[in-house]
């Protein structure tokens, strides 16, 4: 199983119904995955990283569900810190998935597409919990921990992720 699909699964599996994020070049298995489960989740297609993570925050607020957004490696990422601080001020549960550069090149400093020194120093201070999933059989586990951190701890935002190479 691909990263992708597990991704999408457990959405579906905790009850997400709409998932808000701008298509890139380094998310496209997060929609070809998305496109297959149309009848049970909804994707929002965004023009802005930031749009999407507002409108995550801004569902999370109206329906007291977690608002889940997507965003593609590095400056997607630095695009969506500035919602997630708000949603992180706020106590607004929000799930932020990424992809991130290929296992074997992350901080190798190689100018890989949208290269990152280290995206998650940029996010750790906004979130509650961040994680890289390393293989598809870890992404369960870590969407199943940050359900629990809404459920269960101060909600605040959570952001994994995932691999290029895990994501296909």
């Given at each position: 199983m691909r990263g992708s699909d597990?991704?999408?699964?457990m959405l579906i599996a905790h009850g997400?119904?709409?998932v808000f994020g701008v298509p890139g070049d380094t998310s496209m298995?997060?929609?070809d995955a998305f496109s297959q489960a149309t009848d049970k989740i909804t994707h929002v297609t965004c023009r802005d990283e930031r749009s999407a993570a507002?409108?995550?925050d801004g569902y999370a607020r109206v329906t007291g569900k977690p608002g889940v957004c997507f965003t593609i490696t590095g400056p997607g990422v630095t695009n969506i810190a500035t919602p997630i601080g708000q949603a992180y001020a706020d106590s607004i549960p929000m799930l932020v998935i990424s992809s991130v550069n290929k296992i074997n090149s992350m901080g190798k400093g190689r100018g890989e597409l949208h290269e990152t020194k280290n995206q998650r120093a940029i996010i750790d201070p906004v979130t509650s919990f961040s994680a890289t999933a390393f293989c598809p059989s870890e992404v369960p586990a870590l969407i199943a921990r940050a359900f629990s951190i809404f459920n269960g701890e101060r909600p605040r935002p959570v952001f994994i992720e995932i691999p290029l190479d895990v994501m296909n």
């Open positions: 597990a991704i999408v699964r997400v119904e709409y298995n997060f929609h507002f409108m995550a």
